[in-house]
Structure formats: C-alpha cells, structure tokens
C-alpha cells in the first residue's frame, strides 16, 4: 500500500457498546503508534509498538481500551463500553526504524462520535 | 501525555510574511520534529532535527533546536495562504524506544 490506511474513516456507536479501529502500516515498519486527538486539541499518546517488543501502553486512558498489533503488521484499537468523552479522531502512524528515531507517517485517522 | 507547549496557540499573518512558531518541552530528547495538520486528520511530516544539530533548512523552512534551553522554533518564510494549518512539535525520547510524544500545536492562518 502506498500509505497508512485506517478503517472506519468515520464511526458513530451508542454510549456503552464496543468499537474496533483498524490501521494498516506502511510495509515493512517496524514501529506503530496510536494517538488520541480532541477537536482543536494536540495529540494524545496512547500506544507504540516497536518491533517485537513489548507495547509501551502508558498512554492509555482506561482499562476500557486495549490494542494489540498481529504479525507485526495490522493494528487493531478497541475501545470497550464506549462513553461519549471516547469521542475523538484516533490517529495510526506507522515508522520505517525503531532506531535513531525517524519520521512517522499518519493514517487519515477515524472520527469516533460516541452518541 | 505531551511533552511540548506550542507558542503561540495562535498566529495570523499576511501573506508573504514570516511566521516563527516555538516548542518547549521537558525531557532530554534524541530528536525533534515538525508535522502539519490540515483540516483535523493526518498529519505530514515537514523536518526533522537531531539533539546535536542546532539549524536545519529546507526550502521555505528554518528549524532551530536549544538544547540548552530545551526549545525549538519553525521559521516559515514568504508565507503563502496554502500554509494555512496546524503545526506541531514531536519529540523522540532518549530510551530506546524514541516514542514520539507531541505538543498543543499552533494554529496558522496566512491571509491573501
């Protein structure tokens, strides 16, 4: 692929149900980060995947969210008992190299509106 | 949690001037970035810095890293209405993981 795709680009859920987001990385990276954004607001960390390491989850807000990242490639966000405060664009940006540090590309992101 | 401030939060110019935006941040870091954001949703990389380069240039950019003071600025010159957006700063930790963590961001205007 020729970038960061995520899936659904845009999701309404009622308050209390669960929701699945999905990023598909660039090929090949071996990094993948998960950000919160409010409107108007800056980025929230909330995961990073780095290689087969273990994740760095000390971004995340609850015990209501998990994420897990298959095969090294595929992430999947989920969101459990979803409250209306959940409602944010959530960002996937994959990186090419867990070393040195280097640029990371964004996915589109997907708009969850908690109603 | 973020580990930069964005100064301003705001700033609207006229086209053709210069606009300068300023990071601070915290911790020692390995690297420093500068991404845009149009519109609410990905972001696009613009430049990156490393914790022992003091300037870097590219094209109509100018980025600055202190150490010493623990901040950064983006100098855009000649400014242009498609430069209308948000930028942030993203600092890569020193540990070994160089996670990313971003500021607030500053919003840009550039009127015609």
């Known amino acids: 692929g020729a970038g960061v795709s995520q899936s659904p680009s845009n999701k309404v859920t009622e308050k209390g149900k669960d929701v699945e987001l999905r990023c598909d990385p660039i090929?090949?990276?071996?990094?993948l980060y998960w950000y919160r954004q409010s409107l108007g607001q800056g980025l929230e960390f909330l995961i990073y995947f780095q290689g087969n390491s273990a994740p760095d989850k000390s971004g995340l807000p609850s015990d209501r969210f998990s994420a897990e990242r298959t095969g090294g490639s595929v992430s999947t966000l989920t969101i459990q008992r979803t409250q209306q405060e959940d409602s944010a664009v959530y960002l996937c940006?994959?990186?090419?190299?867990?070393?040195?540090?280097?640029?990371?590309?964004f996915g589109q992101g997907t708009r969850l509106t908690v109603v | 949690s973020q580990q930069g401030e964005e100064d301003p939060q705001a700033l609207s110019i006229q086209e053709g001037e210069n606009a300068t935006m300023n990071c601070s941040y915290k911790?020692?870091?390995?690297?420093l970035q500068w991404y845009r954001q149009n519109s609410g949703r990905g972001l696009v990389h613009l430049i990156l810095i490393r914790s022992n380069e003091r300037e870097k240039h590219s094209g109509r950019l100018r980025v600055t890293l202190d150490t010493s003071k623990k901040s950064s600025s983006l100098l855009i010159t000649a400014s242009r209405a498609a430069d209308t957006a948000s930028y942030f700063c993203?600092?890569?930790?020193?540990?070994?993981?160089?996670?990313?963590?971003f500021g607030s961001g500053t919003r840009l205007l550039v009127r015609p």
């Open positions: 090929s090949g990276h071996t990094a």
């Open positions: 993203a600092t890569g930790g020193m540990d070994s993981s160089y996670k990313l963590i």
């Open positions: 940006a994959s990186s090419p190299t867990t070393g040195g540090g280097t640029e990371a590309f």
């Open positions: 911790t020692s870091i390995n690297n």
